[in-house]
């Protein structure tokens, strides 16, 4: 009558594990080891990486771990893995799909070629096919938000009679992401209001793959806050 969750929590305790593991390699590339380990201890522990990535399989431990992987593998200049590593980000939560377009697109700019672009869409591209196979075995549609998730996604940009109100993405919304006592960022992981004083001059020395993740993952926060 009943199932075990102990399979979903080791795994969601091992991807979230792998996740800090590429993430203190991509850190390597940027700051010296002892830099490196104790922001990626920082980030398992002082984050939602230990309180619910970790907690339960899907879709955060999934989608980190493919993030994380991208962004080891930019700093490799491997694009193709690094839209492998996207890629499972998108199975898991497909409008990630935004940080890999700012990832490949920032560096082929960057780069002034266009096989970044080329490398990292082609191959995040099979997140998104195997997003929809999935989507056709288990809801029977080709749909990308099958089920509720579509309903929610309709609500989200309807503005006619019966829709949803948009939401006030630059006002309560944002703010409260931020600073709420329920589920506020700066709330839980206070130490990034330590680091903002020196995001001006970090963004000056950045790498690329720094800057443009940067970007998409405010992309992705502002679609996630829509939906």
Do not use: C
Request: proline letters at 4%; aromatic letters at 10%.
């Amino acid at each position: 009558d009943t199932f075990s969750i102990g399979p979903s929590a080791i795994a969601a305790a091992t991807a979230s594990a792998i996740t800090i593991v590429f993430m203190h390699r991509a850190l390597l590339s940027l700051v010296n080891r002892k830099t490196a380990l104790a922001a990626a201890v920082l980030l398992a522990f002082g984050t939602a990486m230990w309180s619910v990535s970790a907690d339960s399989l899907w879709t955060h431990p999934t989608t980190l771990m493919g993030l994380a992987i991208g962004s080891w593998a930019m700093t490799r200049s491997h694009f193709a893995i690094a839209g492998l590593g996207y890629a499972v980000a998108i199975v898991s939560r497909p409008h990630t799909a935004v940080v890999a377009a700012a990832v490949g697109i920032w560096e082929s700019i960057t780069r002034k070629s266009i096989r970044p672009a080329l490398l990292v869409g082609a191959t995040s591209l099979l997140g998104l096919i195997g997003l929809v196979a999935w989507n056709k075995v288990n809801a029977n549609s080709w749909d990308i938000f099958p089920g509720t998730y579509g309903g929610r996604f309709d609500a989200a940009i309807s503005t006619g009679d019966g829709g949803q109100a948009k939401p006030d993405l630059w006002g309560a919304d944002l703010v409260a992401t931020f600073f709420s006592p329920l589920r506020g960022i700066f709330f839980y992981s206070p130490f990034l209001l330590a680091l903002l004083p020196g995001v001006i001059k970090a963004w000056r020395v950045a790498p690329a793959w720094v800057r443009s993740s940067t970007v998409g993952a405010g992309l992705y926060l502002l679609v996630q806050l829509a939906g």
